[in-house]
C-alpha cells in the first residue's frame, strides 16, 4: 500500500533562516509525490509535484522539494523563511501504475516561522 | 467560477438529523475527492470519482455515509442521523483527469458541527 509519513508534527524556524519540513513515502516502484499548504481557515493549495525527472522540484512562494530515492524522501524546502509562511503543510502520494487513484496524505506538520 | 466551490460553508446541526454537502467541481474536471479533516488534523480520504467509473468508496466510515455526483458534475457528501463524532471539515477537491500525475484543487470546505 502506498503511504507518505511526516515524522515531525511541528517545526519552528526563524525568519531568514532555511527551513525544512520532512517526508518519506512508501511505495512500489516510482512514486508520484506532492506537497500541499494549508493556510489558518482555508482550504489546501498545491505547492509542488515530483513526477520524472530533476530531483529538484521548484514550485510556488520560493518553496522547493528534492526527491531522493536512496532515502525514499521528499523533503521540502526553503532558503530564507518568512512569517507568512506559517502554516499546515502536507506531504502526499498517488499511485503511478494506477489510472484512476486516490491521494494519499501524510499526518501534516505544522510550520511556525517566529520573527 | 474559477475554483471549487462548497456549501454550506458552515453546519450546525442535531445529532440524529440527516446532512447534505455540495461541491461544485472546477469546470471540466473529470476527477472529484472527498477527504475530512478533524481539528486541523490530517487529511481522511473519504470517497474518489473518475469520471464514469465506479467511484472509490473504500475511505467511507460508516454506511451512514454516502455520496454522489450527478451529470459527472456536481456532487453532494450525504451523513444520514448525524453522530457528534462526524463534527469535522469536509472537503472537496478537483483534478482535471484522474492520472496520478495530476494535483488536485481544493474547496474551503464545509464545517459540520452536530450538537
Known amino acids: 500500500a502506498q503511504s507518505v509519513a511526516q515524522p515531525e508534527d511541528q517545526v519552528n524556524v526563524a525568519e531568514g533562516n532555511p527551513l525544512t519540513v520532512k517526508c518519506t513515502y512508501s511505495?512500489?516502484?516510482?512514486?508520484?509525490l506532492f506537497w500541499y499548504v494549508q493556510y489558518p481557515n482555508r482550504g489546501l493549495q498545491f505547492l509542488l509535484k515530483y513526477i520524472t525527472g530533476d530531483n529538484l522540484v521548484k514550485g510556488s512562494y520560493g518553496f522547493e522539494a528534492e526527491f531522493n530515492k536512496s532515502q525514499t524522501s521528499f523533503h521540502l524546502k526553503k532558503p530564507s523563511a518568512l512569517v507568512s509562511d506559517s502554516a499546515l503543510y502536507f506531504c502526499a502520494v498517488r499511485d503511478p501504475y494506477s489510472s484512476a487513484s486516490k491521494i494519499i496524505f501524510g499526518s501534516g506538520t505544522r510550520l511556525s516561522i517566529r520573527p | 467560477g474559477a475554483g471549487v466551490s462548497q456549501s454550506p460553508s458552515n453546519k450546525v446541526t442535531e445529532k440524529g438529523k440527516d446532512v447534505e454537502l455540495r461541491c461544485d467541481p472546477i469546470s471540466g474536471h473529470t476527477a472529484l475527492y472527498w477527504y475530512r479533516q478533524s481539528l486541523g488534523q490530517g487529511l481522511e480520504f473519504l470517497i474518489y470519482?473518475?469520471?464514469?467509473?465506479?467511484?472509490?468508496k473504500s475511505g467511507l466510515p460508516s454506511d451512514r455515509f454516502s455520496a454522489e455526483r450527478t451529470g459527472g458534475s456536481v456532487s453532494t457528501l450525504t451523513i444520514q442521523r448525524t453522530q457528534q463524532e462526524d463534527s469535522a471539515v469536509y472537503l472537496c477537491a478537483s483534478s482535471l483527469a484522474g492520472g496520478p500525475n495530476t494535483e488536485a484543487f481544493f474547496g474551503q470546505g464545509t464545517r459540520l458541527t452536530v450538537v
Open positions: 511505495v512500489s516502484g516510482n512514486p508520484y
Open positions: 470519482f473518475q469520471g464514469n467509473s465506479a467511484p472509490d
